[in-house]
């Protein structure tokens, strides 16, 4: 399985032509979309849902992930195994911080043996279609990784994202928004199987603190605990600490966006 994950969107040729170098590289190939929807040029957003995107999927599985605004630049083609024995082929530019946390770094190699890439000349702007993809074809194909360029020694010389604040200090909770999804849900960096989850207890109110402005809700298990419209704090599918609110968008409520600081005082 190609599973394929991008900031190229729909509306043009993009997508269409990645796919179709990987089919004719190898007729054989798999392929899933799994979103084409990211934030152009976010490679923090992408990070995270790269990670939330993959996690369910087995061992062998190989990722084409292409959030690249360093496209033609110095910042190197890579494919990285985890240990998870799951295969990220994309640019080394911090997409695959959450993903090395998460399922662990085993080997990594810079993409630089040209006979595997597509033929003809490489575009300095398309290595989706000229490099990833077609690497990750002969990948699936049957050739080996490290066929396929130079050993990367250690995660230590990848480039990785900046770590997110999370810190418990004079009985408040610092953290991040992660992400936003869909429904105006805040996504935090507080994991309900982390030490500083146990901060929060179930059923208690907890003052939610953005720049100047005060909210206050409760630690809930799911959205029909409160009434319509109302501010929630609950832990959602992938572990993690969601502001929300019942048929609505908390997102609008505290006007926030990804990256910003929310304090949290139970």
């Known amino acids: 399985m190609i599973a394929l994950f991008t900031d190229y969107g729909w509306e043009d040729p993009y997508v269409a032509q990645l796919k179709g170098v990987i ?9 899933l979309d799994l979103t084409h929807s990211i934030s152009p040029f976010n490679v923090a957003e992408g990070a995270f849902l790269l990670d939330q995107s993959a996690e369910e999927f087995p061992a062998g599985t190989i990722f084409v992930a292409v959030v ?8 190197a083609p890579i494919l990285l195994e985890t240990t998870k024995e799951k295969f990220y082929v994309g640019p080394d530019n911090g997409l695959f911080t959450n993903i090395i946390d998460r399922e662990g770094f085993l080997k990594a190699w810079k993409l630089d043996k040209a006979k595997y ?10 290595h989706g279609r000229d490099i990833f993809g077609p690497i990750a074809a002969h990948l699936a194909s049957g050739v080996a990784p490290e066929d396929l360029g130079s050993e990367i020694p250690d995660a230590t010389s990848l480039t990785l994202l ?3 604040s999370t810190a418990f200090s004079a009985g408040t909770l610092t953290v991040e928004v992660e992400h936003i999804d869909r429904y105006g849900n805040i996504i935090l960096n507080l994991r309900d199987d982390s030490d500083f989850a146990t901060h929060l207890k179930e059923g208690n109110l907890v003052k939610i603190s953005v720049a100047r402005e005060s909210y206050s809700a409760p630690l809930v298990k799911t959205y029909g605990d409160i009434d319509k419209g109302r501010l929630i704090l ?5 572990g993690l600490l969601e502001i929300a609110m019942n048929q609505g968008s908390a997102a609008k ?7 910003d600081v929310i304090l949290l005082k139970p």
């Open 23 to 31: 089919i004719a590289t190898d007729p054989s190939a798999r392929l």
């Open 68 to 75: 690249d605004p360093q496209v033609g630049t110095e910042r």
């Open 117 to 126: 890439f597509r033929p003809g000349a490489v575009s300095y702007s398309f």
């Open 162 to 164: 900046p770590e997110k």
């Open 234 to 238: 609950l832990y959602g599918g992938s």
């Open 253 to 259: 409520e505290l006007k926030v966006q990804p990256g």
